[in-house]
């Protein structure tokens, strides 16, 4: 019997080793669809940047080996040891980018400016991924430093908006890169130098790159990995051909020893062009930025099997070829190309600039969704869809502001050079602010030593700044593109995050305690109408004061009153059971809850997302949860006790649910209790005919509560419960605030600048409302004024 178990048991993990290994290689190809695209193209452009300007005339052999040495070395340090070996390791429950590094640190220390984190918020199985070792080490004292002093949170806010700034100038400069170095070749094919119609050729297709993007991915995304791959081997093969049949010594150049020679030919030049050096490893931030989609392990897989060789072979064959044909620099690909595979190429580079554009565009839009779920962007339109990979996000503002500039770059430069120094210099910094983001999370969230941190920022820090020292010169050239649009996006960021942060403190410093409210109650007459009200509110403790306002001008409300907050916690994903925490404001007779909705930086609001309907569940789960005396998973506040009820056992079983096409049908749910509507006969043909007009109101009420005919011990329980179902069959009204915000009298030219930018951004963007999927006709606004 033995025997026959452990056989049993070895054909079980042989099972689920094959089922491992093919899930592994599938992320694998999947992810050269994605992630390599960009980096992958850069064959087509590097050895033209770096042979341009004074170097043109410095062609000889030992300078082109020189020039690929640099290449290889660079690849290896940047993209396979920097990135694929380290970097990769630093992510954030599997997410990767610049936001996540941010994310971890906010977690790990007191940096996240908003103040309104919660002690509930640590105890997320997502925000204890790290393992809770880590709280027992004493803090370094790095980060007492920064948690003790404003301004060091303040500028770590602001560097990594200035990376998130340059993710957005590379979802520009990339296509037009990418589209003019893969046109180019028609020069040699079609023997002509017209420019200007290279330029009308780009911008047709970059035009339809955007307009691809506004119709979606999903339904043309399985061919994008086949279309990469087909790329890589093409480049692989040509490679090989190359070094072959030009110049097989080249295998030598491997060696950094022709760096030196490189160097000791060109002087002075050699420097000023080591930046087109770089473009040999744009591309490599994708893998981590789109971390979160593939996993480590088939990315390192992908990167170490197809990427890295094939990219080597074909800078090595290009280096072949140029060393025997120096006249070819201008057009290196496409001249290293046999006659023959000209256009089979040609067509397999057009297909990959239109795959991989695709992909650092779409980063954008996630970069951007990211940076609003921190408040540091205006709210926009995020669209999510069956047109679109699930998990990615359209942008449409994002996306056709992206083409402007593209278009505005390719016909204004029309130059590749010049473009390649834009993009290179936007892609650096973006690898630098990873970089230094990167050794903080060494010493704060890793714990490592400070020498270890050092040595990690020493070693690939100081080739960032070498690689910046030679862009400088570049500035003039291009590189001041990337450099404007980044100060342009970074100050409308910044005034975004500081006027939400602002407008939060007013909120808290003005918030009203429920006992003053409570107290006032008999005096103000208030009355209590059927139905429900969801008061939205940023405050995750107290009553804003936009209730309180509402109050006095109009005392009548809800027979059952929820203030939602619905917040950003410093982690991806928020598991849904996890997401709601339900507590009671003021004694149970006045039927006041409030429910925190906690969301991950990369959760986002769908459609489909029935939030009256699970808020309903979550308050019926949460009464009976405190009627039976649960304090699991409970935080202790002002108002009372919050838990998070989707944590019971129990949730959803204790409160019937159904579909139903109409709340006054007169069908009810079997073993059920009916709950009648105390709603006038005419207000009910008046909600028939909003409904009528409002089909998406219907779709919204469809699901009906029934309450379980069972005895509880507390008939107070049963009547709360029957007062819930019966203001949810009632309807709900949600009242939002109707902000106008304005800077003191006495306020100081920059502060008063910051804040009316700030309100003419929120007067000219996405609605709140629109943002969290409020129905127009159940929506009340309430006006107020903000002197910040």
Same mark, same amino acid.
């Given at each position: ?234 480049? *692989?093969?040509?490679? /090989?051909?190359? +070094?072959?049949? %030009?110049?097989?010594? =080249?295998?030598? #150049? &491997? ?77 290196? *690909?496409?001249?290293? /190309?046999?006659? +023959?595979?000209? %256009?089979?190429?040609? =067509?397999?580079? #057009? &297909? ?437």
């Amino acid at each position: 019997m033995s025997s026959d178990a452990s056989r049993e048991r070895g054909a079980s993990t042989v099972v689920e080793r094959k089922f491992q290994c093919r899930t592994l290689l599938f992320l694998a190809y999947q992810s050269f669809g994605y992630l390599y695209g960009d980096l992958s193209l850069s064959p087509l452009y590097v050895y033209q940047s770096i042979f341009s300007g004074k170097l043109k005339h410095v062609q000889n052999e030992d300078a082109i080996f020189g020039a690929f040495s640099l290449i290889f070395w660079t690849l290896s340090i940047v993209s396979l040891l920097k990135y694929t070996v380290i970097i990769l390791s630093a992510d954030d429950n599997g997410q990767g980018g610049m936001v996540a590094l941010y994310s971890q640190l906010c977690r790990n220390a007191k940096f996240c400016l908003l103040p309104n984190h919660q002690a509930s918020d640590e105890e997320l199985s997502t925000y204890l991924k790290l393992g809770s070792s880590n709280r027992c080490i004493p803090p370094s004292p790095l980060k007492r430093f920064i948690e003790k002093h404003k301004s060091t949170k303040m500028a770590l806010l602001i560097f990594v908006l200035l990376g998130a700034c340059m993710v957005i100038c590379v979802g520009a400069l990339m296509p037009a890169l990418s589209v003019l170095s893969s046109i180019d070749g028609l020069e040699i094919e079609a023997k002509t130098t017209n420019k200007s119609v290279v330029s009308r050729i780009s911008c047709v297709l970059l035009i339809g790159l955007f307009i691809m993007q506004h119709r979606g991915s999903y339904k043309v995304a399985f061919v994008f990995p086949p279309i990469i791959i087909l790329w890589l081997l093409t480049i *692989f093969m040509i490679g /090989i051909y190359n +070094v072959i049949k %030009w110049n097989p010594r =080249v295998y030598g #150049a &491997l060696s950094p020893y022709y760096i030196y020679k490189f160097f000791r030919l060109t002087g002075k030049g050699g420097w000023v062009n080591l930046g087109g050096v770089f473009l040999c490893v744009t591309g490599t931030e994708a893998m981590f930025a789109d971390l979160g989609y593939y996993r480590q392990t088939p990315i390192r897989v992908a990167f170490y099997c197809v990427i890295y060789p094939s990219l080597v072979l074909q800078y090595m064959g290009q280096a072949a070829f140029l060393s025997k044909n120096l006249s070819a620099v201008p057009v290196t *690909f496409y001249a290293s /190309i046999p006659d +023959v595979l000209f %256009w089979p190429v040609f =067509v397999v580079s #057009a &297909l990959a600039v239109v795959v991989s554009s695709q992909a650092v565009i779409a980063s954008t839009f996630s970069v951007v969704q990211q940076c609003h779920a921190f408040e540091s962007f205006p709210r926009v339109k995020a669209v999510h869809s069956r047109r679109w990979i699930p998990g990615q996000t359209y942008i449409p503002e994002v996306n056709w502001i992206l083409m402007i500039i593209s278009l505005a770059v390719t016909v204004g430069l029309g130059d590749i050079n010049r473009i390649g120094y834009a993009y290179g210099i936007a892609h650096l910094i973006l690898v630098f602010v990873t970089t230094c983001l990167t050794t903080l999370a060494i010493i704060l969230v890793w714990n490592q030593s400070l020498t270890i941190a050092l040595a990690f920022a020493l070693s690939f820090g100081s080739i960032d700044i070498l690689f910046l020292s030679s862009y400088s010169l570049k500035i003039l050239k291009g590189g001041w593109i990337p450099l404007v649009l980044s100060a342009v996006i970074i100050v409308l960021m910044y005034v975004w995050h500081y006027g939400s942060r602002k407008k939060y403190l007013f909120d808290t410093h003005n918030k009203v305690s429920m006992k003053t409210i409570l107290a006032l109650g008999p005096s103000l007459g208030i009355i209590r109408v059927p139905g429900m009200g969801l008061i939205y509110t940023e405050l995750a403790t107290g009553v804003p004061a936009s209730f309180t306002h509402f109050l006095t001008n109009l005392p009548a409300f809800y027979q059952v009153v929820v203030f939602v907050c619905v917040k950003t916690v410093p982690v991806p994903c928020v598991p849904h059971e996890e997401r709601y925490l339900v507590g009671r404001i003021g004694p149970r007779s006045y039927r006041l809850y409030r429910c925190i909705v906690r969301n991950g930086y990369k959760d986002v609001y769908s459609h489909d997302y029935d939030f009256e309907n699970d808020l309903v569940m979550s308050i019926a789960e949460f009464i009976q949860f405190e009627a039976e005396g649960c304090s699991g998973n409970a935080e202790g506040s002002a108002d009372g006790r919050m838990a998070v009820v989707r944590a019971s056992g129990k949730f959803g079983i204790r409160l019937l649910r159904s579909e139903s096409a109409s709340f006054e049908d007169g069908s009810s749910i079997p073993g059920a209790l009916t709950v009648t509507s105390t709603k006038s006969p005419t207000l009910k043909r008046l909600q028939a005919i909003y409904e009528r007009e409002s089909p998406e109101l219907i779709t919204r009420r469809r699901i009906r509560f029934e309450l379980q005919n069972v005895i509880y011990k507390d008939p107070r329980v049963k009547e709360e419960l029957m007062e819930l179902i019966e203001a949810k069959r009632t309807g709900a009204a949600y009242v939002i605030g109707h902000s106008h915000v304005k800077a003191k009298w006495n306020s100081s030219f920059l502060k008063r600048f910051a804040i009316d930018l700030y309100s003419f951004l929120r007067k000219n963007c996405r609605s709140p409302a629109v943002g969290l999927n409020i129905p127009p006709i159940s929506l009340i606004k309430v006006g107020m004024n903000y002197h910040v």
